[in-house]
T-cell receptor
Protein backbone atom coordinates (compact mmCIF):
# COMPACT_ATOMS: atom_id res chain seq x y z
CA UNK A 1 0.00 0.00 0.00
CA UNK A 2 1.31 3.42 -0.97
CA UNK A 3 2.14 5.63 1.98
CA UNK A 4 2.99 9.31 2.37
CA UNK A 5 4.05 10.51 5.82
CA UNK A 6 4.41 14.12 6.83
CA UNK A 7 6.11 15.54 9.89
CA UNK A 8 5.64 17.26 12.14
CA UNK A 9 1.87 16.97 12.44
CA UNK A 10 1.68 20.45 13.88
CA UNK A 11 4.09 23.32 14.25
CA UNK A 12 3.74 26.67 16.01
CA UNK A 13 6.41 29.33 15.45
CA UNK A 14 6.81 33.07 15.71
CA UNK A 15 6.61 35.40 12.78
CA UNK A 16 9.99 35.71 11.12
CA UNK A 17 11.15 32.20 11.95
CA UNK A 18 12.17 29.71 9.29
CA UNK A 19 10.40 26.35 9.16
CA UNK A 20 11.09 23.05 7.43
CA UNK A 21 8.30 20.62 6.72
CA UNK A 22 9.05 17.02 5.88
CA UNK A 23 7.44 14.48 3.59
CA UNK A 24 8.58 10.90 3.15
CA UNK A 25 7.00 8.34 0.89
CA UNK A 26 6.86 4.64 0.16
CA UNK A 27 5.11 4.03 -3.13
CA UNK A 28 5.13 1.37 -5.80
CA UNK A 29 5.41 3.86 -8.64
CA UNK A 30 6.54 7.46 -8.65
CA UNK A 31 5.98 10.19 -11.22
CA UNK A 32 6.04 13.36 -9.14
CA UNK A 33 5.64 14.80 -5.65
CA UNK A 34 3.43 17.81 -5.06
CA UNK A 35 3.04 20.32 -2.25
CA UNK A 36 -0.25 22.09 -1.57
CA UNK A 37 -1.31 24.79 0.88
CA UNK A 38 -4.75 24.51 2.44
CA UNK A 39 -5.97 27.61 4.25
CA UNK A 40 -9.71 27.61 4.56
CA UNK A 41 -10.98 25.05 2.11
CA UNK A 42 -9.50 24.10 -1.25
CA UNK A 43 -5.87 22.99 -1.41
CA UNK A 44 -3.89 25.31 -3.65
CA UNK A 45 -0.87 24.17 -5.60
CA UNK A 46 2.64 25.17 -4.51
CA UNK A 47 5.22 22.94 -6.21
CA UNK A 48 5.60 19.87 -8.33
CA UNK A 49 8.88 17.99 -8.09
CA UNK A 50 9.96 15.25 -10.44
CA UNK A 51 13.75 15.27 -10.37
CA UNK A 52 16.09 14.74 -7.46
CA UNK A 53 18.19 17.58 -6.19
CA UNK A 54 16.58 20.39 -8.12
CA UNK A 55 15.19 23.08 -5.86
CA UNK A 56 11.91 24.72 -6.75
CA UNK A 57 11.51 28.22 -5.38
CA UNK A 58 8.70 30.73 -5.12
CA UNK A 59 9.37 33.77 -3.01
CA UNK A 60 10.02 32.67 0.56
CA UNK A 61 9.00 29.07 -0.17
CA UNK A 62 11.29 26.44 -1.58
CA UNK A 63 11.21 22.69 -1.94
CA UNK A 64 13.55 19.91 -2.90
CA UNK A 65 13.19 16.21 -3.60
CA UNK A 66 15.52 13.34 -2.79
CA UNK A 67 14.42 10.33 -4.83
CA UNK A 68 17.12 8.11 -3.41
CA UNK A 69 16.08 8.65 0.20
CA UNK A 70 12.39 9.04 -0.75
CA UNK A 71 11.64 12.35 0.87
CA UNK A 72 11.01 15.98 0.21
CA UNK A 73 11.21 19.12 2.32
CA UNK A 74 9.34 22.38 2.11
CA UNK A 75 11.12 25.41 3.54
CA UNK A 76 9.49 28.67 4.44
CA UNK A 77 11.77 31.54 5.42
CA UNK A 78 10.81 34.75 7.25
CA UNK A 79 7.38 33.33 8.02
CA UNK A 80 4.33 35.58 8.11
CA UNK A 81 0.90 35.11 9.67
CA UNK A 82 -0.47 34.50 6.18
CA UNK A 83 1.62 31.33 6.01
CA UNK A 84 -0.59 29.75 8.67
CA UNK A 85 -2.24 26.80 6.95
CA UNK A 86 -2.18 23.06 6.53
CA UNK A 87 0.57 21.99 4.13
CA UNK A 88 -0.14 18.84 2.19
CA UNK A 89 2.28 16.58 0.41
CA UNK A 90 1.06 14.19 -2.31
CA UNK A 91 2.63 11.63 -4.61
CA UNK A 92 1.50 11.03 -8.17
CA UNK A 93 2.31 7.46 -9.19
CA UNK A 94 1.75 8.08 -12.89
CA UNK A 95 2.02 6.65 -15.46
CA UNK A 96 0.35 9.73 -16.88
CA UNK A 97 1.45 13.23 -16.06
CA UNK A 98 -2.01 14.27 -15.15
CA UNK A 99 -2.26 13.94 -11.34
CA UNK A 100 -5.41 11.89 -11.78
CA UNK A 101 -4.56 9.70 -8.80
CA UNK A 102 -2.78 11.31 -5.86
CA UNK A 103 -1.84 9.79 -2.52
CA UNK A 104 -1.77 12.43 0.20
CA UNK A 105 -0.09 12.67 3.55
CA UNK A 106 -2.13 13.80 6.54
CA UNK A 107 -0.63 17.26 6.38
CA UNK A 108 1.33 19.57 8.68
CA UNK A 109 -0.65 22.28 10.44
CA UNK A 110 1.53 25.38 10.61
CA UNK A 111 0.56 28.25 12.91
CA UNK A 112 2.48 31.52 12.84
CA UNK A 113 2.19 33.66 15.96
CA UNK A 114 2.53 37.42 15.41
CA UNK B 1 -11.74 32.38 -14.56
CA UNK B 2 -10.51 28.80 -14.32
CA UNK B 3 -12.40 26.98 -11.65
CA UNK B 4 -13.84 23.79 -10.28
CA UNK B 5 -17.32 24.37 -8.86
CA UNK B 6 -18.93 22.09 -6.33
CA UNK B 7 -22.50 22.23 -5.09
CA UNK B 8 -23.72 22.33 -2.47
CA UNK B 9 -21.02 23.77 -0.22
CA UNK B 10 -22.74 22.50 2.91
CA UNK B 11 -25.27 19.72 3.32
CA UNK B 12 -26.87 18.09 6.32
CA UNK B 13 -28.94 15.04 5.53
CA UNK B 14 -30.40 11.94 7.14
CA UNK B 15 -29.20 8.37 6.85
CA UNK B 16 -30.44 6.59 3.75
CA UNK B 17 -31.61 9.59 1.76
CA UNK B 18 -29.93 9.58 -1.64
CA UNK B 19 -27.93 12.65 -2.50
CA UNK B 20 -25.74 13.98 -5.29
CA UNK B 21 -22.87 16.42 -5.03
CA UNK B 22 -22.18 18.09 -8.34
CA UNK B 23 -18.79 19.06 -9.71
CA UNK B 24 -18.14 21.09 -12.82
CA UNK B 25 -14.90 22.39 -14.34
CA UNK B 26 -14.40 24.96 -17.07
CA UNK B 27 -10.84 24.11 -18.06
CA UNK B 28 -11.60 21.29 -20.52
CA UNK B 29 -9.59 18.93 -18.31
CA UNK B 30 -9.66 15.23 -19.13
CA UNK B 31 -9.10 14.01 -15.58
CA UNK B 32 -11.44 14.49 -12.64
CA UNK B 33 -11.36 13.04 -9.14
CA UNK B 34 -13.24 12.97 -5.87
CA UNK B 35 -11.51 13.02 -2.49
CA UNK B 36 -12.73 13.00 1.07
CA UNK B 37 -10.81 14.65 3.88
CA UNK B 38 -11.08 13.44 7.46
CA UNK B 39 -9.11 14.51 10.55
CA UNK B 40 -6.00 12.41 11.00
CA UNK B 41 -6.50 10.63 7.68
CA UNK B 42 -5.78 13.37 5.18
CA UNK B 43 -7.23 13.41 1.69
CA UNK B 44 -8.21 10.01 0.30
CA UNK B 45 -9.32 9.40 -3.24
CA UNK B 46 -12.83 8.01 -3.76
CA UNK B 47 -13.10 7.75 -7.55
CA UNK B 48 -11.38 9.21 -10.55
CA UNK B 49 -12.13 9.58 -14.23
CA UNK B 50 -9.67 9.69 -17.09
CA UNK B 51 -12.23 10.89 -19.62
CA UNK B 52 -15.90 10.72 -20.58
CA UNK B 53 -17.39 7.33 -19.68
CA UNK B 54 -14.08 6.21 -18.12
CA UNK B 55 -14.11 5.95 -14.32
CA UNK B 56 -12.17 3.92 -11.79
CA UNK B 57 -12.11 3.30 -8.07
CA UNK B 58 -9.76 5.17 -5.82
CA UNK B 59 -8.77 4.10 -2.33
CA UNK B 60 -12.14 4.44 -0.57
CA UNK B 61 -14.94 3.86 -3.13
CA UNK B 62 -17.39 1.93 -0.91
CA UNK B 63 -20.76 3.63 -0.62
CA UNK B 64 -20.20 6.01 -3.54
CA UNK B 65 -20.99 6.13 -7.23
CA UNK B 66 -19.84 8.48 -9.96
CA UNK B 67 -20.63 9.12 -13.57
CA UNK B 68 -18.88 11.02 -16.35
CA UNK B 69 -21.34 11.63 -19.15
CA UNK B 70 -19.84 14.97 -20.11
CA UNK B 71 -16.27 16.16 -19.93
CA UNK B 72 -17.00 19.09 -17.64
CA UNK B 73 -19.16 17.31 -15.03
CA UNK B 74 -18.35 14.59 -12.51
CA UNK B 75 -21.13 14.13 -9.94
CA UNK B 76 -20.64 12.11 -6.76
CA UNK B 77 -23.65 10.03 -5.76
CA UNK B 78 -24.38 8.61 -2.33
CA UNK B 79 -27.23 6.16 -2.83
CA UNK B 80 -27.77 5.49 0.87
CA UNK B 81 -25.63 7.84 2.97
CA UNK B 82 -24.48 6.73 6.39
CA UNK B 83 -22.97 8.70 9.28
CA UNK B 84 -19.46 7.42 8.46
CA UNK B 85 -19.69 9.38 5.21
CA UNK B 86 -19.76 12.62 7.14
CA UNK B 87 -16.72 14.36 5.76
CA UNK B 88 -15.31 17.22 3.72
CA UNK B 89 -15.40 16.33 0.02
CA UNK B 90 -13.25 17.79 -2.73
CA UNK B 91 -13.53 17.50 -6.46
CA UNK B 92 -10.40 18.02 -8.53
CA UNK B 93 -9.58 18.25 -12.21
CA UNK B 94 -6.33 18.04 -14.15
CA UNK B 95 -4.95 17.38 -17.59
CA UNK B 96 -2.29 15.11 -19.13
CA UNK B 97 -0.30 18.25 -19.83
CA UNK B 98 1.32 17.76 -16.45
CA UNK B 99 -0.15 20.69 -14.59
CA UNK B 100 -1.20 20.09 -11.02
CA UNK B 101 -4.65 19.02 -9.96
CA UNK B 102 -7.01 21.95 -9.40
CA UNK B 103 -9.41 21.63 -6.47
CA UNK B 104 -12.93 22.81 -5.89
CA UNK B 105 -13.91 24.69 -2.74
CA UNK B 106 -15.19 21.62 -0.97
CA UNK B 107 -18.54 20.27 0.24
CA UNK B 108 -19.00 19.68 3.92
CA UNK B 109 -21.45 16.80 4.30
CA UNK B 110 -23.04 15.76 7.58
CA UNK B 111 -25.13 12.60 7.71
CA UNK B 112 -27.22 12.22 10.85
Amino acid sequence: EDKVVQSPLSLVVHEGDTVTLNCSYEVTNFRSLLWYKQEKKAPTFLFMLTSSGIEKKSGRLSSILDKKELFSILNITATQTGDSAIYLCAVDPGPNFGNEKLTFGTGTRLTIIP
Amino acid sequence: EAQVTQNPRYLITVTGKKLTVTCSQNMNHEYMSWYRQDPGLGLRQIYYSMNVEVTDKGDVPEGYKVSRKEKRNFPLILESPSPNQTSLYFCASSSPAGLSAFFGQGTRLTVV
